[in-house]
Nanobody, 124 residues
Framework: QVQLVESGGGSVQAGGSLRLSCEVS????????MGWFRQAPGKEREGVGI???????RYADSVKGRFTISKDNAKTTLYLQMNSLKPEDTAMYYC??????????????????WGQGTQVTVSS
């Protein structure tokens, strides 16, 4: 059974940093496309960034240059380093996975497995 468990959320002031972690189990970690998504109250879930088997990452324009996705294959953990946080980054952040070597897109519909989410709140 595929399981994804996020951690690392919290409250931070604008300009600060947070690192989210996603521990994965139940599948061959390195064979999956993985991603981070977020959903603010009253808004649709949106892609933040994705990373495929080769380690190639893609990001939403809104976070480029501020957020970095990485994965530790030995620990089967996915990370999202978030720097220069802005109030508009406030949302529930989710880790997701799809059984593909290469990611199809950054759309939530293209991901099958999801974590429970971790809240990030950025104050001005």
């Amino acid at each position: 059974q595929v399981q994804l468990v996020e951690s690392g959320g919290g409250s931070v002031q604008a300009g600060g940093s947070l690192r989210l972690s996603c521990e994965v189990s139940g599948y061959t970690y390195s064979s999956y496309c993985m991603g981070w998504f977020r959903q603010a109250p009253g808004k649709e879930r949106e892609g933040v960034g994705i990373i495929d088997k080769s380690g190639r990452a893609r990001y939403a324009d809104s976070v480029k240059g501020r957020f970095t996705i990485s994965k530790d294959n030995a620990k089967t953990t996915l990370y999202l380093q978030m720097n220069s946080l802005k109030p508009e980054d406030t949302a529930m952040y989710y880790c997701a996975a799809e059984s593909r070597y290469y990611c199809r897109s950054m759309l939530p519909v293209d991901f099958t497995y999801w974590g429970q989410g971790t809240q990030v709140t950025v104050s001005s």
